[in-house]
């Protein structure tokens, strides 16, 4: 297991900065004045694609050798991290297989093919999606780039909170949602080295709170379906990316769904951006724990901004 | 009649700057593919009290001497103009007193009372909203601050396309919606001067098209009560801007409530940004008349963000 370091931070960031942009960050005196603490937002939903997955595609896709680049690059995903990699290859100009279930949402799947990505679908299970991929992969020698537990990717994502601290002048904690921990893991490594007073915290569905559990009991927890409307949170940690979490990691905070759901119109009626489910778990963390955030200077990573806007989580029921 | 000068906007930007934010601007390789014009959006629903209303709102109230200010400022809107004036009187520290329609949505009035505007109430009648008025002025001799027919005000608007012009390098054209034409006149203001090359174009609703048509019959018409879910956008021209709007508007273009719903989406899931009805109408004309826009750079001032995300448009019918 290599343990990507500062240095694959920065060099991530040199190679993938004329391909992403520099998302900006917002403030609300409203929301900042509800929870008690200075809020800032960096606002990665703004990435092309509209999630921070493109930095640890691009530093995955920009990275290859022209030779392993023909070939093109591979990943199982039906999220973010496969339209990410899709726009990735894209901007290089190579192949990007994605294997996908045949039951994830058109939307998704129509994002892939507009970023040029070529989907084979598998059946909605672990068995089939691990053939399938190995198949495409054997016809068609494809780079894999895991979602989230590949050096890359983690330090393709660390150059976010790099941004973030130089254009906030300082933090004390950042809180950004976890999922299989790819973004918090490029956090950890970042923040360990740049600002190692910043605290690094994670926020968590209830209904997927495996991380949580894990960090408690010092050892990998993985469920196995679990359900949230976060769904870019439904993965578990992996072993790269629970070294970052289990060493650098202050905390793990959950929300229920009526508090995401509650924290996502907040974030859109006062700050107005469109953020997916999954973006407004640390909001509604720092709005249930308020001591733990007040007078602080607090970093929330808006992770992404893909949503179906006909069936946006208070329009059901 | 005073028609404020290109000095005016300079001594509002200075006048504004603290109290205001300098918005981003957004761009999306989608979106400009899809119009074949090079898009630019000036965010000002990023504006904290969410629309750009606050620019010429902030130039009233913060250049008013100290014995006026201690009388406040007052004026009838149900709109973002009443929450961006009694936003700027707060920040200032002084009374603003707002005559409201009863009928008007409880969201508008919370977010008045909130910045610690006080409301009036009137029946939703010119008679009964004139009448209230001037009562409320001779009790408190409140400054009047008219949404859009004040040169305080159409130099405060102004500031924005100097912004723009200065983030974007340089624009063709800058498309604005028109209401009673506060924006339009301080973007005809600013670029007339500064960069003269540069088209202003209107967007308007079909079903509130009356700035098109006094542009067309060369003198102001005015709507009795227009029906649009642009709501705004349902004010008419007045003088002072049409003076603007006659000598320099290249253009105005109208559109269909269909064609804005779609752009309003289109904008939400492309640039993930929360933008109003109103704000949607400049990229609906440009996708409907793309000839008059393609190869160029086009500015759009996205004029606001406030909606309420329990009735959007789309979840209608």
Request: proline share 6%.
């Amino acid at each position: 297991m290599y343990i990507p370091t500062y240095d694959d931070m920065l060099a991530a960031h040199e190679r993938i900065m004329p391909h992403i942009r520099r998302t900006p960050v917002r403030t609300s005196d409203y929301l900042s004045d509800l929870t008690g603490a200075r809020l800032f937002f960096k606002c990665e939903n703004f990435q092309e694609p509209g999630a921070f997955k493109v930095r640890g595609a691009a530093n995955a896709v920009f990275g290859l050798s022209d030779e392993q680049a023909n070939k093109g690059v591979a990943t199982h995903s039906s999220g973010n991290h496969a339209s990410c990699l899709s726009y990735a290859a894209m901007l290089r100009g190579i192949p990007c297989n994605v294997v996908m279930p045949r039951t994830a949402p058109q939307a998704k799947k129509d994002t892939v093919r507009r970023y040029g990505g070529v989907i084979t679908e598998c059946e909605p299970s672990t068995t089939s999606r691990e053939a399938t991929f190995a198949e495409v992969q054997a016809a068609t020698g494809g780079d894999f780039v895991h979602p989230y537990n590949d050096p890359r990717v983690i330090a393709g994502q660390g150059t976010c909170s790099r941004e973030f601290m130089e254009q906030t002048g300082g933090l004390d904690m950042v809180v950004a949602p976890i999922g299989g921990g790819g973004m918090i893991s490029g956090t950890c490594l970042t923040l360990s080295t740049l600002a190692p007073e910043t605290k690094v915290v994670a926020a968590e569905p209830e209904q997927a709170d495996d991380a949580y559990r894990s960090f408690k009991a010092g050892y990998i927890i993985a469920d196995d379906a679990p359900k949230t409307i976060a769904d870019g949170l439904l993965v578990p940690l992996k072993d790269l990316t629970w070294h970052f979490v289990s060493n650098h990691v202050s905390e793990i905070y959950t929300a229920s769904e009526q508090e995401i759901i509650d924290a996502m119109k907040l974030i859109w009626k006062h700050l107005r951006i469109v953020a997916e489910p999954s973006s407004a778990v640390p909001l509604a963390t720092v709005l249930k724990n308020p001591d733990a955030f007040r007078n602080k200077r607090v970093g929330i990573i808006i992770t992404g901004g893909n949503v179906d806007l006909d069936k946006l989580p208070w329009m059901q029921g």
